[in-house]
């Protein structure tokens, strides 16, 4: 876990068996280039955002097997109770990295899942990107916006990922099966995915958002 440093980079590192997160960055992480690594067997997420600005985590290969339920989380914590601050979570980009092996049975297995810890306002969302992902045995089943109030989430991109394996249900209830649930987004990109669903499943779901592109 890092807390409270900037410029970071973390190359050519075997990341695996850990009780918590693969990288954890609380409270005020800048500056975070992630690329060349593999991450195995992670006890929570595999990358984790709790606050900060700038990261960029590219060319890695994810094996989620036992317990752990995703590869991306991005949360914004409060800060230290001398602080009380929130923390903004901006300008993350997630690219050409490969999701190798999902979790067998593991119903909370995110492709990516962007929400604030707590409800209510005082933190920013802004400029999350995941591009030319691909996932081999599994969904691109992801979350973001949903269940949080304002501030709002704005300027998204997902774009060119393909998910090779059958896509894995949220729920008895829903139809958003192995793709993104996108909530309270403001300026939302998703083009250019490859998802293999079954004949009721869609590839996003669009609740109170804003500028939305989209080629499906």
């Known amino acids: 876990m890092f807390d409270d440093v900037f410029g970071i980079e973390i190359w050519g590192c075997t990341i695996k068996d850990l009780y918590g997160d693969g990288i954890r960055g609380y409270y005020v992480v800048d500056d975070l280039w992630a690329h060349d690594n593999v991450f195995s067997r992670c006890g929570r997420a595999h990358i984790v955002l ?7 985590v590219e060319n890695n290969t994810f094996y989620l097997i036992n317990n752990s339920v995703g ?22 980009t997630f690219r050409n990295n490969a999701i190798r092996q999902y979790a067998v049975g593991q119903v909370a297995n995110f492709y990516f899942a962007a929400n604030c810890m707590y409800l209510g306002s005082g933190w920013t969302m802004d400029h999350f990107t995941f591009t ?26 997902i774009t060119n990922n393909v998910a090779l394996g059958a896509a894995q249900a949220w729920n008895p209830q829903s139809t958003a099966c192995g793709g993104f649930q996108i909530a309270h987004c403001d300026g939302v990109l998703v083009t ?5 669903f079954s004949p009721s499943h869609v590839l996003a779901t669009f609740t109170e958002c804003t500028g939305v592109t989209k080629d499906f």
Request: aromatic residues 12%; hydrophobic residues 30%; contains cysteine.
């Open 192 to 196: 250019g995915n490859s998802v293999t």
């Open 71 to 92: 590869v991306v989380d991005i949360e914004p914590f409060i800060g230290p109770p001398e602080d009380q601050q929130w923390n903004d979570c901006t300008y993350f």
């Open 50 to 56: 709790e606050g900060g600005h700038r990261w960029l």
């Open 132 to 157: 030319g992902n691909t996932a081999y045995n599994g969904s691109l089943r992801s979350i973001l916006g949903v269940g949080g109030d304002p501030p709002r989430y704005t300027n998204i991109v």
